[in-house]
């Protein structure tokens, strides 16, 4: 894989909050959960969307998305040069 990211939401004035992860990469949305956090594991380095919706005994759903970015792991030793 490459890369696992943790990702946290906060719910303000929820009644029960129930959150639901996408993470951008063509895996299924996550099941409704109560936790607020969660892991995923993006199999390629890329630009992803990543949105949580949340949702409370109120009915009403609201959503947030952030860019998140995968990269390859960084060298031991910075590059002494490059060409274009």
Same mark, same amino acid.
């Given at each position: 894989?490459?890369?696992? %990211?943790?990702?946290? %939401?906060?719910?303000?004035?929820?009644?029960?909050?129930?959150?639901?992860?996408?993470?951008?990469?063509?895996?299924?949305a996550?099941?409704?959960?109560?936790?607020?956090?969660?892991r995923?594991?993006?199999?390629?380095?890329?630009?992803?969307?990543?949105?949580v919706?949340?949702?409370?005994?109120?009915?009403?759903?609201?959503?947030?998305?952030?860019?998140?970015?995968?990269?390859?792991?960084?060298? %031991?030793?910075?590059?002494?040069?490059?060409?274009?």
């Amino acid at each position: 894989a490459a890369g696992e %990211a943790s990702f946290t %939401a906060t719910a303000v004035n929820g009644i029960n909050p129930r959150y639901r992860w996408t993470f951008g990469d063509g895996t299924p949305a996550t099941d409704w959960s109560a936790s607020s956090t969660a892991r995923h594991a993006f199999a390629a380095p890329g630009i992803y969307y990543v949105r949580v919706d949340v949702t409370d005994d109120r009915g009403g759903i609201v959503s947030e998305t952030l860019v998140h970015t995968v990269h390859l792991p960084l060298t %031991a030793r910075a590059a002494s040069m490059s060409t274009g």
